[in-house]
């Protein structure tokens, strides 16, 4: 019987020690393991750049380009429709004044309504600016442009002014009547045109500083 008892094998038992190692080793090793990475997402809105007012500034080009269309167009029309007769004549000479007889009032003429002509044509790029406030292309183009056209009705205005001067004050120095005095309708209706051109140019200065400043990074 005792031979019976020595054979068996004594049960498999776990001291509290043991039981307490592993609880412990256990725990180390989930403690000592890396946290796993989170995605962090900001909520945070992503400023976007403000086109409010490069757009407002793109409108007011627009409008603007608008108003120089009618100054320009109208400065033309109504110097080249220019003339006056007078009621007396002689046998040989007939006096009559009409704008085609001064060169500078033809450049007027011409200039005046080649700005025009620009100025219309402009206009899809202007809008253009007015969908995208930020496209830097179609404004730098307006820029150049209206540089050239604003010189060109100034040389032109500048051009008729001193010839419309000269109408109104003739000169002593050089022994040239002021045709205004008998000339009256034509000396008023070529002012009215040389003042029409002045305002063209003042909007295209107008244009030009608008677009400098649309130009600007925010």
Not at 88 to 102: L, P, V
Not at 103 to 128: D, K, R, T
Request: a neutral charge; hydrophobic letters at 55%.
């Amino acid at each position: 019987m005792d031979s019976g008892k020595e054979g068996e094998a004594p049960a498999a038992t776990t001291s509290p020690e043991s039981r307490r190692t592993r609880s412990n080793g256990k725990g180390k090793g989930i403690a000592d393991a890396a946290p796993p990475s989170a995605t962090v997402v900001s909520t945070k809105a992503t400023p976007l750049p403000r086109a409010g007012w490069k757009k407002g500034v793109a409108i007011l080009d627009f409008i603007l380009r608008l108003g120089a269309i009618g100054s320009a167009l109208g400065a033309a029309a109504i110097m080249g429709n220019s003339e006056q007769i007078l009621p007396f004549f002689t046998q040989f000479f007939q006096f009559h004044a009409q704008w085609d007889d001064f060169p500078m009032f033809q450049f007027f003429v011409f200039a005046n309504g080649a700005a025009g002509g620009f100025l219309i044509l402009s206009l899809p790029f202007s809008i253009v600016c007015i969908v995208r406030p930020f496209a830097v292309g179609p404004r730098l183009l307006l820029v150049i442009l209206d540089i050239l056209m604003m010189a060109l009705v100034m040389a032109a205005a500048s051009a008729a002014a001193a010839v419309v001067y000269l109408a109104h004050n003739g000169s002593q120095d050089a022994n040239w009547i002021a045709i205004c005095q008998q000339f009256t309708d034509f000396c008023q209706v070529t002012s009215e045109a040389l003042v029409a051109s002045f305002v063209a140019a003042f909007f295209l200065i107008c244009l030009i500083v608008v677009s400098s400043v649309a130009l600007k990074r925010d």
